[in-house]
């Protein structure tokens, strides 16, 4: 498996994760009463801040999947991995990190730290759909 398949691999197991935790979280509440099955908004609007954070963290990672799993992808089918392995374990480091401080608070330092990580993966989405094309037109 190559590094760009690796690494979308990583990025789906986190998606996963977190879903898994939050519907522990919820199934948890749920079995103890303290939430009836049918009380639950989907951003966790009612529950915790914590689970809101982790709500969100979620959508996050959904939201990026299909344009950097997309670009992943694309590197593979095309042959062209080479443009994507060198920052893949990059791009999966900085979406875990965007989404555990995402998790742990929404303090300004926090949001900006947030908004970096989400940035360096922006950065690398980027680049990545300048070194597909340039690629696939040599």
Not at 46 to 67: D, Y
Not at 106 to 135: C, D, E, H, K, N
């Amino acid at each position: 498996m190559s590094i760009t398949l690796q690494a979308l691999l990583g990025f789906i197991a986190w998606t996963l994760g977190l879903l898994v935790l939050m519907e522990g979280i919820r199934s948890w509440l749920v079995l103890t009463g303290a939430v009836p099955a049918n009380g639950f908004n989907p951003e966790n609007s009612n529950l915790s801040p914590f689970m809101q954070r982790l709500a969100r963290a979620h959508a996050n990672c959904l939201e990026g999947l299909p344009i950097f799993g997309g670009l992943m992808l694309i590197a593979v089918v095309a042959d062209r991995s080479a443009v994507t392995d060198p920052l893949a374990w990059g791009l999966l480091a900085a979406r875990v990190v965007q989404s555990l401080i995402h998790l742990a608070s929404t303090s300004p330092a926090a949001v900006t730290a947030r908004f970096t990580a989400f940035g360096v993966q922006m950065g690398i989405g980027v680049y990545w759909v300048f070194g597909l094309a340039m690629s696939s037109s040599a």
